[in-house]
């Protein structure tokens, strides 16, 4: 499924007790463009043996453009620009398609591209919102307004300290999978975690 960009924090910490909002959060993450970062990905189900587990690299060149480098266990960059995803593995031809096939992608680069420029309005006209938390321990729960989109994922729920978007949860709407998504630091931090909880403690921002 999804998600991108730099969010390494610089500012000052915020008071631990002070409430947020959906704006407050919006302020914290937008970026300017270029922005990358680290990421690892987690999907879990029960028809898994063991969680599937993808490392790479986001990157958000443009403001139009959104690159997803996948780099253990396998080489794969998918790229979505110009309302088309392209898919690249080493050794097999590149695949190219609407996005109109892949909702799930349209709505990732609307979210992210919404997110990074801190346009409220925009995410809320593709997702109905819901924040909690403080300024140092916070979510935002985006739930899917497009049907194409909500008839495969039930919602996302972003995870976030400050400035910094750690992780992002997204729950589908058949089954029981849910992809955890950690960033930036979360990410590095994920490199020595192994255990299933211990990932989820460190994407909720619950863990040491």
Known sequence: MLLVAVFASSAPCAAPDA???AGWILQQLARPVPTRTDFVEVRDSKL???PLRLSGEY???DADTLV???RT???ETTT???GEASIARTGKSTRRF????APELAGLQASFGAMLSGDRASLEQSYRTQA???QQQWTLTLVPRDAALAAKVRDITLHGSGDELRCIEARAVKGDEIQRTLLASAARDAATVEAADALIALCRGSAG
């Open 68 to 70: 997803r480098e996948v």
């Open 132 to 134: 909690g938390g403080s």
């Open 80 to 82: 979505i620009r110009a």
């Open 48 to 50: 898994l043996k063991q």
């Open 59 to 61: 990157a958000r060149p």
């Open 73 to 75: 266990p396998y080489v």
């Open 19 to 21: 409430t947020v909002d």
């Open 98 to 101: 609407s996005l109109s096939r």
